[in-house]
């Protein structure tokens, strides 16, 4: 049997783009990071016969195509508040852009960090998992429907059908998902320094001003989740914006959208991570803003 030689830096080129595909099955940075270890475990145990037929990029994706649908076996559905169900236990997690690409080829950047908005990665847990194979490898990742076919061990057909399915379900979902569009960038970076600035002044007026009229804000672990400018700037003036100098905000981006790592002063005087602000900009304002205050997922934006 002729072999192809696979090499560890060869395969460690992908994982960012990687660890992003099972990300995006998964919606929690923790077990994609644990699926990519398994990918490349399995890869390189089962090296002496790759045979070279396949490019070893389609190769790992078939292995973590398969590792993905055998841990959605045992997992239910992640979720945000605002879309939890009764039997919804676990919350999805934002994923910070610099883990997304560990190569410095544009095009791999690029792949990376296609169709890894938060809105998105919130609609695909709506999917089964193998339609949600399909709607990625087809309309992200680009792959021929032959291709996907024999990652998901199925036939052409079986993965058109599929695929339609699945863009019916995201329509559905979230009709507009993908439509958003940003502020120009001068604008864009007005209005994120004014965020940082309402923040550290404890300006609630300041930040009220920043925010669409039906502005959303999700903050796992908390079920609650709070819609429209008054119920919003209520929240905030009654439990967050007392103390001007509280807060200190470091610029970060996740999932390809502008964040920020909040760190709160503790009874010491020192500051300690808090939460990890994730904001969805259009050109009217901040339009949803979800906080995740899990040590863990603070934990992410601080390497």
């Given at each position: 049997?002729?072999?192809?030689?696979?090499?560890p830096?060869?395969?460690?080129?992908?994982?960012?783009?990687?660890?992003?595909?099972?990300?995006?099955?998964?919606?929690?940075?923790?077990?994609?990071?644990?699926?990519?270890?398994?990918?490349?475990?399995?890869?390189?145990?089962?090296?002496?016969?790759?045979?070279?037929?396949?490019?070893?990029?389609?190769?790992?994706?078939?292995?973590?195509?398969?590792v993905?649908?055998?841990?959605?076996?045992?997992?239910?559905?992640?979720?945000?508040?605002?879309?939890?169900s009764?039997?919804?236990?676990?919350?999805?997690?934002?994923?910070?852009?610099?883990?997304?690409s560990?190569?410095?080829?544009?095009?791999?950047?690029?792949?990376?960090?296609?169709?890894?908005?938060?809105?998105?990665?919130?609609?695909?847990?709506?999917?089964?998992?193998?339609r949600?194979?399909a709607?990625?490898l087809?309309?992200?990742?680009?792959?021929?429907?032959?291709?996907?076919?024999?990652?998901?061990?199925?036939?052409?057909?079986?993965?058109?059908?599929?695929?339609?399915?699945?863009?019916?379900?995201?329509?559905?979902?979230?009709?507009?998902?993908?439509?958003?569009?940003?502020?120009?960038?001068?604008?864009?970076?007005?209005?994120l320094?004014?965020?940082?600035?309402?923040?550290?002044?404890?300006?609630?007026?300041?930040?009220?001003?920043?925010?669409?009229?039906?502005?959303?804000?999700?903050?796992?672990?908390?079920?609650?989740?709070?819609?429209?400018?008054?119920?919003?700037?209520?929240?905030?003036?009654?439990?967050?914006?007392?103390?001007?100098g509280?807060?200190?905000?470091?610029?970060?981006?996740?999932?390809?959208?502008?964040?920020?790592?909040?760190?709160?002063?503790?009874?010491?005087?020192?500051?300690?991570?808090?939460?990890?602000?994730?904001?969805?900009?259009?050109?009217?304002?901040?339009?949803?803003?979800?906080?995740?205050?899990?040590?863990?997922?603070?934990?992410?934006?601080?390497?």
């Amino acid at each position: 049997m002729h072999t192809v030689t696979m090499n560890p830096p060869q395969l460690e080129s992908f994982r960012g783009e990687l660890l992003a595909y099972c990300y995006r099955m998964l919606g929690s940075v923790h077990e994609a990071q644990d699926l990519v270890q398994e990918t490349y475990l399995r890869a390189w145990r089962s090296r002496d016969t790759f045979q070279g037929r396949a490019s070893v990029r389609t190769y790992l994706y078939r292995i973590a195509t398969n590792v993905c649908l055998t841990a959605l076996q045992q997992r239910a559905r992640r979720a945000m508040p605002s879309d939890l169900s009764a039997s919804d236990q676990q919350w999805l997690q934002p994923i910070p852009d610099a883990l997304l690409s560990t190569g410095t080829d544009p095009a791999d950047v690029l792949q990376a960090r296609t169709g890894i908005r938060f809105a998105f990665i919130a609609a695909l847990q709506h999917l089964s998992p193998i339609r949600r194979a399909a709607l990625i490898l087809r309309d992200v990742l680009s792959w021929p429907a032959a291709e996907v076919a024999e990652a998901l061990n199925t036939t052409p057909a079986a993965v058109n059908s599929a695929l339609l399915r699945a863009r019916t379900q995201i329509a559905q979902v979230a009709p507009i998902v993908e439509t958003v569009v940003e502020p120009a960038e001068p604008h864009r970076r007005a209005l994120l320094d004014r965020y940082v600035a309402a923040f550290a002044d404890a300006d609630i007026t300041a930040l009220v001003h920043l925010l669409r009229a039906d502005i959303a804000v999700e903050m796992p672990p908390e079920p609650q989740w709070l819609r429209g400018r008054t119920a919003v700037a209520q929240f905030f003036a009654d439990h967050v914006l007392s103390t001007p100098g509280e807060f200190r905000m470091a610029t970060t981006m996740a999932n390809g959208q502008p964040a920020f790592l909040a760190h709160r002063r503790a009874h010491d005087g020192t500051y300690r991570p808090h939460a990890v602000h994730v904001l969805a900009l259009d050109t009217s304002g901040v339009a949803h803003i979800a906080v995740f205050r899990e040590p863990a997922v603070c934990a992410l934006f601080t390497r």
